[in-house]
């Protein structure tokens, strides 16, 4: 019933910015997005968070690799999470998922926490 759908990835080079969105619906359960947020997989890589942000109120979480570069945002009205990706280097490449459905108190880093995931956009960045 939920669906999270992410757009704007793309090839960019390195210094070069993104903004990826994701689009949530079909929430059955006002806790459904309480805590919405975004991981990354690098080809042969471990899953790992980028950002989380409390959706109500609008707090962030940003992992310290992509600190002070990436921003995490959201539009409650719109249903709609953004990411928004600055100064890009190579090793930011990977498929970048949208997730929802954390519970309150559990891990946030940990991507077996998280209730809902989208398909997934690419993010590819060139030196």
């Known amino acids: 019933q939920v669906q999270l759908v992410e757009s704007g990835g793309g090839s960019v080079q390195a210094g070069g910015s993104l903004r990826l969105s994701c689009a949530a619906s079909?929430?059955?359960?006002?806790?459904?997005?309480?805590?919405m947020g975004w991981f990354r997989q690098a080809p042969g890589k471990e899953r790992e968070v980028v950002a989380e942000?409390?959706?109500?109120?609008?707090?962030?979480t940003i992992t310290a690799s992509v600190k002070g570069r990436f921003a995490i945002s959201r539009d409650n009205l719109n249903n709609t999470l953004y990411l928004q990706m600055n100064r890009l280097k190579p090793e930011d490449t990977g498929m970048y998922y949208c997730?929802?459905?954390?519970?309150?108190?559990?891990?946030?880093?940990?991507?077996?926490?998280?209730?809902?995931w989208g398909q997934g956009t690419q993010v590819t960045v060139s030196s």
């Open positions: 942000i409390n959706t109500a109120r609008g707090t962030p």
């Open positions: 997730v929802a459905g954390r519970k309150s108190g559990v891990a946030w880093y940990k991507a077996n926490e998280w209730r809902y």
């Open positions: 079909g929430a059955t359960d006002s806790r459904d997005f309480m805590f």
